[in-house]
């Protein structure tokens, strides 16, 4: 009897050993075919690397990378599956946006802020046009939208793909040119952040650049010309300077510098048009964000333009619409709802230090325009 009690006791502690391990498998990473992570952070490590692996692997097809030996390709695979392990913790935790394998995911930390930080940390010293204005300063009276998407307004291209080159700063000077020119002439034209690149001498190209500077080159040499006659190379290049006379060219008559400090002023901005800012895109959660509205870790380290399109709220919280120049394989389709109107009047990732704004003399900013 007593064998036979010993052996009933071994087979319900190995009952409980088996059922312990399959609820563990049950927790390893998998990932759906819109690439969401669906599991829980709790796994084994041999099992969580095979499933990484085969996540790797398409991850590579969906994203068209390559790499230049197997070595390079372990060790890509290597900071993948750290980052995977990142998004799947972050995301258990139920927080107001989500996390994803966006282009970055083969990248660390340091390797993205080198890639996609582009934009001078502050204005350039020497200011030719640009002026500090109180024109979206806000008052009693004011009767702004509750919501504002330039998108439907048919004021936003494409979005676009920087690449390796280090071009926000174009990028996001561009994006507000071609907004406020819908606004003007009602014709919705993709411009050349090239001709900046290539023209623009007082910035560095891919090697990053100032907002403020390429809107003074606009000013002063004739407009930005269109992408189809300069189209992106995302590379330094020689100057085409027999395209200046080209009557296709768009035209601002000079800039602004947004209030600092002011998301409200930044709000009223916004709802005339849309309005380039540097922000702080430094954090691992904003490299791998997905959708949601971004409250996340996020400094006020100015490195990266933005267009800023739109604002509005969602379930209860605030969010402005920025749009990044990374693809639409990053964030929600390209864009992001960082938070809006948070404690730090500097506004979330600094989107309220450094923000400015193209200007054309038959542009009325009338708030009742806007209505």
Same mark, same amino acid.
Not at 114 to 119: L, Q, R, T, Y
Not at 130 to 134: A, I, N, P
Not at 300 to 314: A, I, K, P, Q, S
Not at 317 to 321: A, K, L, S, T
């Given at each position: 009897?007593?064998?036979?009690k010993?052996?009933?006791?071994?087979? #319900?502690?190995?009952?409980?050993?088996?059922?312990?391990?399959?609820a563990?498998?049950?927790s390893?990473?998998? =990932?759906?075919?819109?690439?969401?992570v *669906?599991?829980g952070?709790?796994?084994?490590?041999?099992?969580?690397?095979?499933?990484? !692996?085969?996540?790797?692997?398409s991850?590579i097809?969906?994203?068209a990378?390559?790499?230049?030996?197997?070595a390079?390709?372990?060790?890509?695979?290597?900071? +993948?599956?750290?980052?995977?392990? +990142?998004?799947?913790?972050?995301?258990?935790?139920?927080?107001? $946006?989500?996390?994803g394998?966006?282009?970055?995911?083969?990248?660390?930390?340091?390797?993205?802020k !080198?890639?996609?930080?582009?934009?001078d940390?502050?204005?350039?010293?020497?200011?030719?046009i640009?002026?500090?204005?109180?024109r =979206?300063?806000?008052?009693?009276?004011?009767?702004?939208?509750?919501?504002v998407?330039?998108?439907?307004?048919?004021?936003?291209?494409?979005?676009k =793909?920087?690449?390796?080159?280090?071009?926000?700063?174009?990028?996001?000077?561009?994006?507000a040119?071609?907004?406020?020119?819908?606004?003007?002439t009602g014709?919705?034209?993709?411009?050349?952040?090239?001709? #900046?690149?290539?023209?623009?001498?007082?910035?560095n190209?891919?090697?990053g650049?100032?907002?403020?500077?390429? $809107?003074? +080159?606009?000013? !002063?040499?004739?407009?930005?010309?269109?992408?189809?006659? $300069?189209p992106?190379?995302?590379?330094?290049?020689?100057?085409?300077?027999?395209?200046?006379?080209?009557n296709?060219?768009?035209?601002?008559?000079?800039y602004e510098?947004?209030?600092?400090?002011?998301?409200?002023?930044?709000?009223?901005?916004?709802?005339?048009?849309?309005v *380039?800012?540097v922000?702080?895109?430094s954090?691992?959660?904003f490299?791998l964000y !997905?959708?949601?509205v971004?409250?996340g *870790?996020?400094g006020?380290?100015?490195?990266?333009?933005?267009?800023?399109?739109?604002?509005?709220?969602?379930?209860g919280?605030?969010?402005?619409?920025v749009?990044?120049?990374w693809?639409?394989?990053?964030?929600?389709?390209? $864009?992001?709802?960082?938070?809006?109107?948070t404690?730090?009047?500097r506004?979330?990732?600094?989107?309220?230090?450094?923000?400015? =704004?193209?200007?054309?003399?038959?542009?009325?900013?009338?708030?009742?325009?806007?209505?």
């Open positions: 009897m007593g064998s036979a010993s052996a009933i006791l071994i087979l #319900l502690v190995a009952m409980v050993i088996i059922s312990c391990v399959t563990m498998d049950m390893v990473v998998s =990932y759906d075919d819109n690439h969401h *669906t599991a952070p709790g796994r084994r490590q041999s099992i969580f690397d095979a499933e990484a !692996e085969l996540i790797f692997d991850w097809v969906k994203h990378k390559a790499y230049n030996s197997v390079e390709k372990e060790r890509r695979l290597t900071i +993948f599956k750290d980052n995977l392990r +990142f998004i799947t913790n972050r995301n258990a935790e139920n927080l107001g $946006y989500r996390l394998l966006t282009r970055f995911a083969d990248l660390s930390l340091r390797e993205y !080198e890639v996609c930080h582009g934009a940390p502050g204005p350039p010293k020497n200011h030719v640009m002026t500090s204005s109180d =979206y300063k806000t008052s009693v009276g004011d009767v702004l939208p509750k919501s998407d330039w998108r439907k307004k048919g004021a936003v291209t494409e979005i =793909y920087q690449g390796d080159c280090r071009s926000c700063w174009a990028f996001s000077t561009v994006g040119v071609e907004g406020l020119n819908k606004i003007v014709e919705l034209v993709t411009l050349s952040e090239q001709d #900046l690149i290539n023209c623009n001498k007082e910035n190209g891919c090697g650049g100032k907002v403020e500077t390429a $809107y003074e +080159f606009i000013v !002063e040499n004739g407009g930005l010309r269109t992408n189809s006659d $300069y992106y190379k995302a590379v330094n290049g020689v100057c085409d300077a027999s395209l200046k006379a080209n296709k060219n768009v035209m601002i008559d000079g510098n947004l209030l600092a400090n002011d998301e409200h002023a930044l709000r009223k901005a916004v709802a005339h048009q849309p *380039t800012a922000i702080d895109s954090s691992r959660e490299q !997905e959708s949601g971004f409250d *870790t996020c006020t380290n100015l490195n990266h333009g933005v267009v800023v399109v739109g604002y509005g709220t969602e379930k919280r605030d969010y402005w619409i749009r990044n120049s693809g639409n394989t990053w964030g929600e389709a390209g $864009y992001m709802k960082m938070a809006r109107n404690a730090d009047p506004g979330f990732c600094g989107i309220a230090m450094r923000a400015s =704004y193209p200007l054309r003399n038959s542009f009325s900013t009338d708030i009742r325009s806007m209505a």
